[in-house]
């Protein structure tokens, strides 16, 4: 029997339970402790050995015999894989040069002018933050090596601009940031399966935010899209010309992009690996393609052909993927968390609760993430309806009152009307 050695982060459930129903043995390791880490209750053998640790995993791999290695999505953990791997020789999906377009957005938009897709517009940053030149305002402010937003701020005018990059250079671990023209409109992502070399598309979803709310606060990710025409008629070639260009060979990933209003397609980063709010998983019900399975494969040595790619995604879904991300809308510390178990027992429904009682949580944190698919747009608004009826976080802020932090999605109607256009 193999031994899938498997990193865990919080996102890594999903991917265990794949791996045991292929029969592989599974372990778990981290320095955390069991409560804390949800991905150990469900292995078959837990190590508390540090991610970071790679000396210590790499010894413990060889007396194990483990043959195969795999992990969420944490960027830091896919960095620890590449190396482990590498020297335990072990296969992996990416090569250091791919991986590095994920973790280095400066050289990410290179390479998008080199095969001509579209990006911001960049602005020097200047040695001394007070003194700048030549600037369009609203700019993005963000660090060149952060991903989830990190250390990310929007700039309407020059006195905003001196704090903004000193925050961001001092999240960045290379102490490089960008400074770029926002982009206003729509946020999309595009999900590419490799072999290869040659690229596929799986997916195209679009993010959406509560009306009212921070922009930032992406309430629904879903393949409910009225743009998919025009992002295969415009972009999806120089997409796929992009990723093959910087060596995507084999796996997965994805591009984030911002349609204007004029409809051109900007790309603003990319990952070599699956997306953070799990909305991977509905693609088995959707088009019959399971990213975890794929992943997989690479880990165990298989290499897929081209021919074993899916189809390049040319028609929407006729079940609609849907992730959909709870919001705090205010801080506090946590009084209750309820409804979730009433969730947990409808088929197909996957849950990722990242809060619990006796938390301090901040205003505008992802509290919770609730994954499906459905027969159609009305269904997943309905599906929609029932979690917002049924689960609550309650906080009690420094007033002392306690109240349903929850920002909850029901502008049903938008999505209904967007899946009519998409479907025209």
């Given amino acids: 029997?193999?031994?899938?050695?498997?990193?865990?982060?919080?996102?890594l459930e999903g991917s265990i339970s794949k791996a045991r129903e292929r029969g592989l043995y599974t372990i778990v390791t981290d320095d955390q402790e069991l409560s804390a880490s949800p991905a150990k209750k469900s292995a078959d053998e837990i190590?508390?050995?540090?991610?970071?640790?790679v000396d210590c995993l790499e010894k413990r791999c060889r007396e194990e015999g483990v043959e195969a290695v795999i992990c969420g999505v944490s960027e830091f953990n896919l960095d620890r894989c590449l190396e482990l791997t590498d020297h335990l020789g072990l296969p992996w999906?990416?090569?250091?040069?791919?991986?590095?377009?994920?973790?280095?957005?400066?050289?990410?938009?290179?390479?998008?002018r080199e095969t001509g897709l579209p990006t911001a517009e960049?602005?020097?940053?200047?040695?001394?933050?007070?003194?700048?030149?030549?600037?369009?305002?609203?700019?993005?402010?963000?660090?060149?090596?952060?991903?989830?937003?990190r250390g990310l701020s929007f700039c309407n005018c020059r006195e905003e601009l001196p704090a903004a990059c000193r925050n961001a250079e001092?999240?960045?671990?290379?102490?490089?940031?960008?400074?770029?023209?926002?982009?206003?409109?729509?946020?999309?992502?595009?999900?590419?399966?490799?072999?290869?070399?040659?690229?596929?598309?799986?997916?195209?979803?679009?993010?959406?935010?509560?009306?009212?709310?921070?922009?930032?606060?992406?309430s629904i990710n879903t393949s409910v899209v009225s743009d998919l025409a025009r992002y295969i008629e415009t972009t999806d070639r120089k997409a796929a010309e992009m990723l093959k260009h910087i060596g995507c060979r084999e796996g997965f990933g994805w591009i984030q992009f911002m349609m204007d209003e004029a409809g051109t397609f900007y790309a603003i980063e990319m990952g070599y690996r699956l997306p953070g709010d799990s909305g991977y998983i509905p693609f088995y019900e959707a088009c019959g393609f399971d990213a975890v399975d794929w992943l997989l494969d690479c880990?165990?040595?298989?290499?897929?052909?081209?021919?074993?790619l899916p189809v390049p995604l040319r028609v929407p879904f006729e079940k609609p993927a849907c992730s959909y991300v709870l919001w705090s809308d205010c801080g506090g510390t946590v009084t209750e968390v309820s409804g979730f178990d009433k969730l947990s027992d409808i088929p197909g429904v996957l849950l990722?609760?990242?809060?619990?009682?006796?938390?301090r949580i901040e205003p505008f944190q992802q509290l919770a993430n609730v994954v499906f698919s459905s027969g159609c747009c009305e269904e997943m608004c309905s599906r929609l309806k029932e979690v917002n009826d049924v689960v609550s976080v309650?906080?009690?802020?420094?007033?002392?009152?306690?109240r349903d932090v929850l920002i909850r999605y029901t502008d049903y109607e938008f999505l209904m009307e967007t899946d009519r256009k998409g479907r025209k």
């Fill in 47 to 53: 190590w508390d050995i540090s991610t970071a640790d």
């Fill in 122 to 149: 960049d602005f020097p940053v200047p040695e001394n933050l007070e003194d700048w030149s030549e600037i369009t305002f609203p700019v993005v402010v963000k660090p060149a090596d952060m991903c989830a937003n």
């Fill in 299 to 308: 880990s165990l040595g298989i290499r897929h052909t081209k021919e074993e």
């Fill in 1 to 11: 029997m193999i031994n899938s050695f498997i990193i865990s982060t919080v996102y």
């Fill in 93 to 112: 999906y990416f090569t250091a040069e791919a991986w590095s377009y994920s973790r280095n957005k400066i050289k990410f938009k290179q390479a998008c």
């Fill in 352 to 359: 990722e609760i990242n809060v619990h009682k006796g938390d």
């Fill in 170 to 218: 001092s999240l960045s671990p290379s102490g490089k940031i960008l400074v770029e023209k926002k982009i206003q409109g729509k946020e999309f992502l595009a999900y590419y399966a490799m072999a290869e070399g040659e690229c596929s598309l799986v997916s195209l979803s679009a993010a959406y935010f509560q009306p009212g709310k921070p922009s930032f606060c992406y």
């Fill in 394 to 402: 309650r906080c009690q802020g420094e007033d002392g009152e306690s």
